[in-house]
T-cell receptor
Framework: KAGVTQTPRYLIKTRGQQVTLSCSPI?????VSWYQQTPGQGLQFLFE???????NKGNFPGRFSGRQFSNSRSEMNVSTLELGDSALYLC?????????????FGEGSWLTVV | AQTVTQSQPEMSVQEAETVTLSCTYD???????LFWYKQPPSRQMILVIR??????QNATENRFSVNFQKAAKSFSLKISDSQLGDAAMYFC??????????FGTGTRLQVTL
């Protein structure tokens, strides 16, 4: 079974630009969540999507948005990039079933804002 | 709300020895799950082990096991027969039935010869 796939893996953007990151979850997983990892703030939850609906949202400004498609693939978008948005963005795929909640991560997308 | 605390920023263990990483948590959820993730230099977050809070039996995965003390809200990870490949950052995390993980600050594990 293929794992969680994130694209692109690395990207460099300029302040003020916008960026879109993509995440394909494990087959059969309907929940996708996004996290930002920085040296200063650690791992912070951005948002979670389940069946195309945002189920949870973290404490990030409105410049951070996301969506989920009918095939469970998800995208997150950051508009008007700031230097502080430079981070590793991790996508997680999860399945809540008879064995409870199990959450797997992709390899991450490294975003550098210059 | 959930909080996860890892009080050991760094730990060191000799190859083949056993090490225990500590984690305490707090949650208002009645149904919750606890995880340990390993993050090597590649930065991919790898699931090491998970524990359902309603299960009293401690989870084990090969050389990895947990000591889950629900009343004390403690969830420590024991690595037996440590290997060089175990060197990484280890994160403790918790979530309820939704997939909204709260992470600790991590413990950097060094494995020496």
């Amino acid at each position: 079974k293929a794992g969680v796939t994130q694209t692109p893996r690395y990207l460099i953007k300029t302040r003020g630009q916008q960026v879109t990151l993509s995440c394909s979850p494990i087959s059969g997983h309907r929940s996708v969540s996004w996290y930002q990892q920085t040296p200063g703030q650690g791992l912070q939850f951005l948002f979670e999507y389940f069946s195309e609906t945002q189920r949870n949202k973290g404490n990030f400004p409105g410049r951070f948005s996301g969506r989920q498609f009918s095939n469970s693939r998800s995208e997150m978008n950051v508009s008007t990039l700031e230097l502080g948005d430079s981070a590793l963005y991790l996508c997680a795929s999860s399945y809540y079933g008879s064995l409870g909640n199990t959450i797997y991560f992709g390899e991450g997308s490294w975003l550098t804002v210059v | 709300a959930q909080t996860v605390t890892q009080s050991q920023p760094e730990m060191s263990v000799q190859e083949a020895e056993t090490v225990t990483l500590s984690c305490t948590y707090d949650t208002s959820e009645s149904d919750y799950y606890l995880f340990w993730y390993k993050q090597p230099p590649s930065r991919q977050m790898i699931l090491v082990i998970r524990q359902e809070a309603y299960k009293q039996q401690n989870a084990t995965e090969n050389r990895f096991s947990v000591n889950f003390q629900k009343a004390a809200k403690s969830f420590s990870l024991k690595i037996s027969d440590s290997q060089l490949g175990d060197a990484a950052m280890y994160f403790c995390a918790s979530t309820g039935t939704a997939s909204k993980l709260t992470f600790g600050t991590g413990t950097r594990l060094q494995v020496t010869l």
